[in-house]
């Protein structure tokens, strides 16, 4: 599991600032739509806090998520909000920021 948590991680950190993917765009990316919760969990077990950044991924809907790694929803809201991403009742427009790769 160690090696696609790694190639999770790489996929994330191309992720631009001002932008945000979702974990099925990183799950195609990996070769199978099925891995979205995969991703999920590797991203809730980020072991490099400030080079992958995390907080750029969101789900299918836009949403934030409700257990963040690295604080709460209001600490990804924060740090996506820093970047110009708008947030608006904890959900991104992925018409305007979805980064596709």
Do not use: W
């Amino acid at each position: 599991m160690d090696n696609i948590y790694e190639s999770i991680y790489k996929i994330v950190t191309q992720i631009p600032k001002g932008k945000v993917t979702t974990y099925g765009e990183i799950a195609l990316v990996l070769g199978n739509i099925k891995l979205a919760r995969v991703v999920g969990y590797a991203l809730h077990k980020n072991p490099y806090f400030g080079k992958v950044p995390c907080h750029r991924v969101v789900n299918r809907f836009g949403h934030l998520a409700q257990n963040f790694a690295f604080g709460s929803i209001d600490a990804q809201k924060a740090m996506l909000t820093a970047e110009g991403v708008e947030v608006k009742d904890n959900k991104v427009d992925l018409t305007k920021y979805l980064y596709k790769f």
